[in-house]
């Protein structure tokens, strides 16, 4: 599949067309931002970690029937991916107590939570993606009550799966973001899943190993990158 036109360019990521309509290129970018992009870098070789590490889990989760918009690997930083429509919502999962929790509500990271914590997060980084509720989702037309329905099911059905998985290569999943689309009126999972866009701690030190690296200057970013990708391939 030969890549056409340039559709979209964000953060992290370029999006091509190719000659299917209902088929898009993702192509993954070392280029960092944090902060709503107020702070700005580049983590070499990011993309081509976060195109394999997200390409093993798109695969891990539709192995578990959970519908993503994966299609298929095309080269070290680029993957196949189903055209959907994005709903504007972040989708936040939290096991243990870090990061925009930690500084909104004054507690201290690494608590661990009695269950998952859910949030939703309007995609506006002028606002600064604000925490909303089901409410305003609805109220807004945002998406339909089914839609966040399915949009819940499937994101604490990929945290049951991520947990396990990531703690069995030594990795405690602290939360994570996602995001979904339509397709063909369904809900899918979109984006990434990757260090960018999850806490993951080194489970005997505790050790940060994902972009929070980046975002509070700890040093050996790239490392940290490399050392995720050895243990999910591993
Ligand atoms: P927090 O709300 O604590 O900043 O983020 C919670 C989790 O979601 C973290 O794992 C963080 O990496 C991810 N996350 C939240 N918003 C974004 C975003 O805009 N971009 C990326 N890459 N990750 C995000």
């Known amino acids: 599949m030969q890549k056409l036109k340039l559709i979209y360019e964000g953060k992290a990521k370029k999006v091509y067309s190719t000659g299917k309509p209902d088929l898009l290129i993702q192509e993954f970018k070392d280029d960092a931002t944090a902060f709503d992009a107020a702070k700005r870098g580049t983590i070499l070789q990011k993309g081509v970690v976060n195109n394999k590490i997200s390409t093993k889990i798109f695969a891990l989760l539709e192995s578990k029937k959970i519908p993503t918009h994966f299609v298929e690997s095309l080269n070290d930083r680029e993957m196949l991916i189903k055209k959907v429509g994005i709903v504007p919502v972040e989708v936040t999962i939290r096991n243990i107590v870090a990061g925009g929790m930690a500084k909104l509500l004054g507690l201290e990271e690494g608590i661990v939570l009695k269950k998952p914590v859910l949030e939703y997060h309007y995609k506006d980084d002028a606002l600064h993606d604000p925490l909303i509720n089901e409410y305003h989702i609805e109220a807004l037309g945002i998406a339909a009550k089914p839609e966040m329905n399915t949009i819940a099911l499937y994101s604490f059905k990929i945290n049951d799966v ?73």
């Open 162 to 234: 991520l947990k396990e998985f990531f703690l069995k290569k030594g990795l405690i999943l602290v939360d994570f973001k996602l995001e979904f689309g339509r397709f063909k009126g369904k809900i899918i999972l979109a984006d990434e899943i990757s260090p960018d866009t999850c806490r993951l701690w080194d489970s005997k030190t505790k050790e940060k190993l994902d972009k929070d690296r980046f975002r509070r200057d700890l040093g050996n970013v790239e490392e940290a990158y490399q050392e995720v990708l050895k243990r999910v391939m591993a």
